[in-house]
Nanobody, 111 residues
Framework: QVQLVESGGGLVQPGGSLRLSCSVS????????MAWYRQAPGKQRELVAQ???????RYADSVKGRFTISKDNARNTVYLQMNSLKPDDTAVYFC?????WGQGTQVTISS
């Protein structure tokens, strides 16, 4: 059974930063494509960033240059570094494995 546990969400002011973590058990991060999605109230869940087994990355246009996805194979953990945060980044952020989703972590950007 693959389990994903996100952490690192919270309330920050516009322009601030957060780092989300996704700890994975029951699977190996190094050989899977992992991703972060987000879902804002009243909107569909959308892909934010993805990292492949060989560490190729891709990002939603709305976060390019501000967010960075990475992974630590030794810790079996995936990260999402979020900088220059905007109110539009407010959402529940979900970690995704090919066959499993995390529970999500709330990110709120507000002054």
């Amino acid at each position: 059974q693959v389990q994903l546990v996100e952490s690192g969400g919270g309330l920050v002011q516009p322009g601030g930063s957060l780092r989300l973590s996704c700890s994975v058990s029951g699977s190996i991060v190094s050989i899977n494509t992992m991703a972060w999605y987000r879902q804002a109230p009243g909107k569909q869940r959308e892909l934010v960033a993805q990292i492949t087994s060989d560490s190729n990355t891709r990002y939603a246009d709305s976060v390019k240059g501000r967010f960075t996805i990475s992974k630590d194979n030794a810790r079996n953990t995936v990260y999402l570094q979020m900088n220059s945060l905007k109110p539009d980044d407010t959402a529940v952020y979900f970690c995704k494995h090919p066959i499993s989703w995390g529970q999500g972590t709330q990110v709120t950007i507000s002054s």
